[in-house]
Nanobody
Framework: QVQLVESGGGLVLTGASLRLSCIAS????????VAWFRQVPGKEREFVTA????????YASDVDKGRFTIFKDDVANTMFLQMNDLEPADTAVYYC?????????????????WGQGTQVTVSS
């Protein structure tokens, strides 16, 4: 089992930045890919970006328009999502996810472990 705990969400104004964190614990040696998803009430959870747990390679969707960066601290078993120039459309619950699928498999079912989510609200 792997446990994921997110933090760093909050209420910010348009144009602000936030950094989300996701601490992984447990059998992290099983992981190949960790990712960030986000979900707005009434909509499907959507993939944002992923990073290879061992490779460090990254893969991103178009939702962030190049404003988000995923990176990790191998010593701390922590993954981060740096979000810059936030827009109201970025308002969502952000989830950390982990699994042993390929980096480019962005389907929800490819991820076995999920965090509890952290709310990001961007006000205009």
């Amino acid at each position: 089992q792997v446990q994921l705990v997110e933090s760093g969400g909050g209420l910010v104004l348009t144009g602000a930045s936030l950094r989300l964190s996701c601490i992984a614990s447990g059998r992290t040696f099983e992981l190949t890919t960790v990712a960030w998803f986000r979900q707005v009430p009434g909509k499907e959870r959507e993939f944002v970006t992923a990073i290879g747990w061992n490779s460090g390679r990254t893969y991103a969707s178009d939702v962030d328009k190049g404003r988000f960066t995923i990176f990790k601290d191998d010593v701390a078993n922590t993954m981060f999502l740096q979000m810059n120039d936030l827009e109201p459309a970025d308002t969502a619950v952000y989830y950390c996810a982990a699994g042993n699928g390929t980096l480019w498999n962005t389907q929800i079912g490819a991820f076995d472990y999920w965090g509890q989510g952290t709310q990001v609200t961007v006000s205009s």
